[in-house]
């Protein structure tokens, strides 16, 4: 079934898992234990603010790296048969937006505001993106990743759409630089039964 119906023929979600829950909580300094107990496959929104104690991803990575990384590794743009998302700019792929203006970059006045994203499928820009960041120490050990990298960059003024994640297995996401609200709805099913809510996750939080 193509992806698309796969989301309008879902199975309808119990809404128990989200009745009740208001807002985010933050934690910090959790086993891997207590957090599957506790909150991995709940419905509860987590935010973690001490799991990139090591990692040098929030120093390393911004648009001039991964603009030199891919350029580097991938000089005959293979990549560009991985997912992108180019949400509401013009960008055709991923290379189209590495050519930006070093002055849209920086978001200086008068340019076009830009947020993308994309799934990384190449291999040898994986090991290296994988130098700069662990597997969070909170994430249980059954707790099985997808091999795919995504990585979402932009500034103020642009975002995604209101959608459904509908993924087949578990996901985190990392806050490197800036600040990020997430405006949070539950499925259709569950609108009279549940709540909408946004939270800020700031830099070094997941």
């Known amino acids: 079934m193509p ?12 809404c128990s898992f989200c009745r009740g829950i208001k807002s985010g909580q933050r934690i910090s300094n959790i086993n891997p234990d207590e957090f599957e107990e506790k909150f991995a496959y709940s419905g509860h929104v987590v935010i973690v603010t001490d799991a990139m104690t090591n990692w040098s991803a929030p120093q390393v990575f911004d ?12 000089p005959n743009h293979d990549t560009i048969e991985c997912q992108f998302f180019r949400y509401k700019t013009k960008f055709k792929n991923i290379f189209e937006a590495f050519k930006m203006d070093d002055d849209r970059v920086k978001y200086k006045p008068g340019t076009e505001p830009w947020y993308f994203g994309w799934s990384n499928c190449n291999e040898h820009i994986a090991s290296k993106l994988r130098k700069h960041y662990d597997r969070p120490y909170f994430l249980p050990k059954t707790s099985e990743l997808n091999a795919i990298d995504w990585i979402f960059m932009g500034g103020r003024g642009l975002g995604a759409h209101m959608h459904l994640d509908n993924v087949r297995l578990p996901s ?5 630089k800036g600040k990020k609200e997430w405006l949070l709805a539950p499925p259709p099913e569950c609108i009279f039964y549940c709540n909408f809510f946004s939270v800020i996750v700031n830099p070094g939080e997941i």
Do not use: G, S
């Open 3 to 14: 992806k698309d119906l796969e989301k309008v023929f879902r199975k309808p979600d119990d």
């Open 172 to 176: 985190w996401q990392a806050q490197l």
């Open 63 to 74: 648009f001039n790296f991964f603009k030199n990384l891919y350029e580097k590794e991938d």
